[in-house]
């Protein structure tokens, strides 16, 4: 059964501590996606990944970067977290091309981040 | 800007009964759309897709519609099931600034009633 694994599903942090939320995908995509999901705001893109070492930043970056040395790993950094980045982050993957489904990106299971 | 709307928070809807769930968009240039399905604590889930040359897909109890002149798509679930109560959540896709991206709505609570 293929899969999107994010290694913690809870975590409680401190204000101002370096937090890292780690994504591992078996599917061999190229494509790997930082979300984060908020009542009201649905999910929202933080970074995204098209290759390994590759970067690019989605709508809301700010307060984020994200590391992608492997293809099949993709960690999203909290350099110094903060109470407004409480909230529930998804990782994704998706294969390359236009072939039909390759829109359909497979999610994690979520972390839910607490920051106090 | 929000680019996909979901302007319901929430839908109830009584066992058996027809599920209308909708989404707008302001952006011309999306050519894919898709609906997802999310249970608490668990990740969001594929449920149903549409390319925007075509107004219509079904799948199952799954219907979407594609108005591109009014760019607002519709999900239809009938007939609903208790199972079917989750978060739905609509998103649309297009090559935009040189890399295909998804953008989601805010979502619509769906809750069916036995």
């Known amino acids: 059964d293929v899969k999107v694994t994010q290694s913690s599903r809870y975590l409680v942090k401190r204000t101002g501590e370096k937090v890292f939320l780690e994504c591992v995908q078996d599917m061999d995509h190229e494509n790997m996606f930082w979300y984060r999901q908020d009542p009201g705001l649905g999910l929202r893109l933080i970074y995204f990944?098209?290759?390994?070492?590759?970067?690019e930043k989605g709508d809301i970056p700010e307060g984020y970067s994200v590391s992608r040395e492997k293809k099949e790993r993709f960690s999203l950094i909290l350099e110094s977290a903060s109470t407004n980045q409480t909230s529930m982050y998804l990782c994704a993957s998706r294969r390359s091309g236009t072939a039909t489904g390759a829109n359909v990106l497979t999610f994690g299971a979520g972390s839910r981040l607490t920051v106090l | 800007d929000q680019q996909v709307k979901q302007n319901s928070p929430s839908l109830s809807v009584q066992e058996g009964r027809i599920s209308i769930l909708n989404c707008d968009y302001t952006?011309?240039?999306?050519?894919?759309f898709l609906w997802y399905k999310k249970y608490p604590a668990e990740g969001p889930t594929f449920l149903i897709s549409i390319s925007s040359i075509k107004d219509k897909n079904e799948d199952g109890r799954f219907t979407v519609f594609l108005n591109k002149s009014a760019k607002h798509l519709s999900l239809h679930i009938v007939p609903s099931q208790p199972g079917d109560s989750a978060v739905y959540f609509c998103a649309a896709s297009a090559d935009l600034q040189g890399a295909q991206k998804l953008v989601f709505g805010q979502g619509t609570r769906l809750t069916i009633n036995p």
């Open positions: 952006n011309s240039m999306f050519d894919y």
């Open positions: 990944s098209y290759d390994v070492k590759m970067k």
